[in-house]
């Protein structure tokens, strides 16, 4: 179908130079297999040497071990640089770079604000509960681990159904979108070919280094998309010298946009206004369906773990702020780009199943760069499948080992009581019999602990010496046994990529059709989880009654509304994909949701009181890793002493105030950039209503700006922050001075920054150790010691030990000693019980 022209003399013109144009229409791949083939591997290989990169850095200069929740917190300090590339690649889908173009190419500039705004204000929203999981829950690695506190077993199961449910949704629309660009570059590539090699790659430098490897590999990835994407720019808008560029300025993309003839619906049939109807349509669609694949997908809630409450914050204000970027410059320049040479040779470059394909970017660059155009595309989609596939693999697996594995199938220990110790079985903190009182401390002053990571370090063979510490030991090994059991999840998640994608191009799902729909199925679990993490009153019916009704009643509406159209659902894809479908779908499932959540609560728990509210973060709070608990974590924020004793914390209100600034900053900056993003900016273009050259000319200066400062930003300030903290690290081991009092009471016992002869050693039958012995009022409950001149000060002693058999039984203040000898750990209905 040939393009519309406005009837005026300039328009007229530009039609009649059309004849003389030969027209092109699709894609002609020119990317032989080998060098598509070069390009992926190549791919794959600098992220897996990122990833060991990050291993080894983690390993030889933070000293940190090989252990799961390392694997899945990075450290649980990551800075604000590595947070926002993170957040900026994870939520850089194959979608965010083809679906924005092709709504770009449909709607005019209302498409690609739209998309940018519409998804942008989900993760600056976000922020808000990263705060408040690291404050109500600090020890968690899913925030389905909360739900469980709060709610139970039932709960649980039904959420966990709804976040794996999301990362397939995720990773088919990052496959589909992927696969159909590969395939239309690359000559004589299969869909199947494809999937399997950018599987592989995913899974590889995902098991090299865990969760930190993706921080890493997300820098990377992140600073090459940035940079294609001012490529790009400067072709479409700052190219005029070149004379076989067909575009090049800004006046020729305005003149060719301007006289073609927009779709019903936008003001003045003009694709160079934000008064479109299909364009705003797009946009609700948009905003509902986003907040569930990010509030419903643990990738994000992984990347609140990884950081500090305020470094978290300000790195998903700022990874927001940059990833608008993406969208709205590279989606507004390639979709008018496609209008524009469209109308310049007078019919579509591409059909309609090819533009729902997502395949506007790879034509553009095709057309105005050759085979250079498509490399370049080509590299830019896998930067964003390899980051944001590792990012969901990382999250599927986490809910397996955390939330399946270890809760359901093989246990450590079967207790209903999240206040028990996991290590001795006896209770601690606010509930605890003071004469059967947990006091159990980490191993960060354990020197059976440090003696046993010494005689395994020392050993090179593959099957290393079995844990001695009689307190640890045991549970060091079952988390080895989980680190094993992540190890296969990720191949097997990563494999199960393959068959996915298949299954979805056999039956011939777009794009853009998935990426609707998503809202449908997951939205009412939106305001369920997000209440989970303020509201007192909240219960588990509540919550289940919500989320699964919401879901029925959003297919009931959806595939109601398709049937009012001809043929109705005979026609199923088409009539189910279009916009007014999708958009009472999408809004039934999140208000439903949550107008049902928020009556059944009140109706359910009416004789809610204050202090039943207290008790329940309580529990949130008991979320803990016995081996390196979270007040271990915060001791220097939280100015706490003897955090290595697991019956010490502080108090929930303590916590708050520490990081009340972060709160408010989440709060404040989220809620105020929303309302710039999606009300007051809209609202000033309505006044401009349809642009003139020069409105148009300082709405592609502000998009070439925004993308700019977004990549100096995301290039700079994670390489800053990531050199300054390795460096002040490095330089801290340095000076380390292991008889330095101070040192001892600020530094973890780390043995190998230790003289050798104080490190524990065996000699003569005898173990001589070097501990750290806390003063009598370090063990005090939510401590706080708010004076340089602390009462904590730090011995060290050496004592003679006599070894059993079986276990080391090292005295008391030092490390905590054994269960009694009169009392069977077997026969002890608290033990372990894995096997």
């Not at 790659?201 to 865990?210: C, F, K, V």
């Not at 993309?253 to 073609?260: K, P, Q």
């Not at 006091?439 to 440090?450: E, F, G, I, R």
């Not at 998009?703 to 330089?731: G, H, Q």
């Amino acid at each position: 179908m040939p393009v519309t022209f406005f009837n005026t003399t300039d328009c007229q013109a530009i039609a009649e130079r059309s004849d003389n144009i030969t027209a092109k229409v699709g894609i002609q791949p020119s990317i032989e297999s080998w060098e598509a083939l070069i390009i992926i591997v190549g791919t794959g290989a600098m992220a897996s040497l990122m990833a060991w990169t990050f291993s080894f850095i983690r390993k030889y200069i933070y000293n940190d071990k090989n252990s799961l929740d390392t694997s899945f917190d990075a450290g649980g300090k990551v800075n604000v640089g590595l947070t926002a590339t993170t957040l900026v690649s994870q939520w850089t889908w194959a979608a965010t770079l083809l679906q924005s173009s092709t709504v770009g190419s449909k709607y005019g500039i209302s498409g690609p604000f739209w998309y940018a705004a519409g998804a942008t204000i989900q993760i600056l929203l976000f922020s808000m509960l990263a705060v408040q999981l690291k404050i109500r829950a600090p020890g968690a690695k899913t925030f389905l681990q909360l739900i469980r506190a709060r709610f139970g077993a039932r709960c649980h199961k039904i959420f966990c159904v709804f976040a794996l449910v999301t990362n397939i949704i995720v990773t088919s629309m990052l496959m589909l979108g992927g696969a159909a660009v590969i395939t239309s570059l690359v000559k004589g590539m299969s869909v199947q070919y494809a999937t399997t090699l950018v599987a592989f790659i995913t899974g590889a430098y995902t098991m090299i280094g865990g969760l930190g490897a993706t921080f890493y590999v997300s820098y990377f990835n992140t600073a090459i998309i940035y940079i294609v994407t001012i490529i790009f720019l400067n072709k479409v808008y700052s190219d005029g010298d070149d004379e076989t560029n067909p575009l090049g300025s800004v006046e020729k993309v305005y003149n060719l946009v301007s006289c073609s003839l927009a779709p019903d619906g936008n003001m003045d049939a003009s694709y160079l206004t934000i008064m479109s109807n299909p364009g705003l349509m797009f946009g609700l669609i948009n905003i509902v369906g986003n907040f569930g694949t990010v509030f419903v997908d643990q990738s994000y809630w992984q990347s609140a773990v990884a950081a500090k409450p305020k470094q978290g914050v300000i790195g998903f204000l700022l990874g927001g702020l940059s990833w608008f970027a993406i969208p709205f410059s590279l989606a507004t320049t390639m979709g008018l780009a496609y209008v524009a040479l469209s109308a310049r040779q007078g019919v579509p470059l591409l059909v309609d199943a090819d533009v729902d394909a997502g395949l506007v970017p790879p034509v553009v660059a095709q057309t105005l760069l050759g085979k250079k155009g498509e490399l370049l595309m080509l590299v830019m989609i896998l930067m964003a499948i390899t980051s944001t596939g590792s990012s969901e693999v990382m999250a599927v697996t986490s809910i397996l080992v955390f939330d399946v594995y270890a809760l359901y199938l093989k246990p450590y220990r079967l207790t209903t009581d999240t206040n028990s110790c996991i290590l001795c079985g006896k209770g601690r903190g606010r509930m605890a019999n003071p004469r059967d009182k947990c006091k159990c401390q980490s191993m960060t002053h354990c020197a059976a602990c440090h003696q046993d990571d010494k005689n395994r370090t020392e050993i090179n063979r593959a099957i290393k010496p079995e844990y001695k510490c009689a307190v640890h030991g045991q549970y060091r090994t079952y988390l080895d046994l989980l680190n094993g059991l992540k190890n296969w999840c990720l191949v097997w998640v990563s494999m199960s990529i393959v068959p996915l994608t298949i299954v979805l191009d056999i039956m011939s799902l777009s794009l853009g059709w998935v990426y609707l729909f998503m809202g449908v199925l997951i939205g009412s679990a939106v305001i369920p989880i997000g209440l989970a993490m303020f509201w007192d009153r909240l219960t588990s019916c509540a919550m289940i009654s919500g989320s699964i009704s919401g879901t029925v009643l959003a297919l009931i509406v959806w595939m109601s509304v398709a049937s009012t159209y001809e043929d109705g659902l005979s026609n199923f894809l088409t009539n189910t994909g279009k916009e007014l479908s999708m958009l009472c779908g999408n809004l039934t499932a999140i208000l439903s949701g949550g107008i049902i959540t928020i009556v059944l609560s009140f109706v359910t728990n009416r004789n809610f009181s204050p202090a039943t509210g207290k008790e329940i973060w309580e529990n949130t709070r008991d979320i803990d890793n016995p081996l390196n608990p979270w007040t271990e974590t915060y001791s220097k924020d939280l100015n706490l002493t003897g955090a290595h004793q697991l019956d010490n914390r502080p108090s929930l209100d303590e916590v708050a105030k520490t990081f009340k600034y972060a709160k408010l900053l989440a709060v404040g900056g989220s809620v105020t950039l929303t309302m710039i993003l999606v009300v007051i900016w809209p609202c000033i273009m309505v006044a401009v209503e349809v642009m003139s050259l020069s409105s148009f000319k300082g709405w592609v200066s502000l998009s070439d700006a925004w993308a700019y400062l977004a990549t100096i930003a995301m290039v700079s300030i994670p390489l800053t922050n990531e050199a300054y903290d390795i460096f002040k690290t490095f330089r801290d081991r340095n000076q380390r001075v292991c008889n330095d009092e101070e040192s001892l009471v600020k530094d973890k016992f780390d043995t190998k920054g230790c003289p050798e002869d104080i490190i524990p050693t065996k000699t003569n039958g005898t173990i001589c150790v070097t501990g750290i012995k806390m003063d009598d009022t370090a063990g005090s409950n939510s401590q706080v010691d708010t004076e340089k001149g602390a009462t904590t000060e730090a011995i060290e002693q050496v004592e003679e030990i006599t070894e059993a058999p079986d276990e080391m039984k090292l005295k008391s203040g030092y490390v905590i000693p054994p269960p009694d000898a009169n009392e069977s750990v077997a026969s002890d209905p608290r033990a372990p019980v894995f096997e």
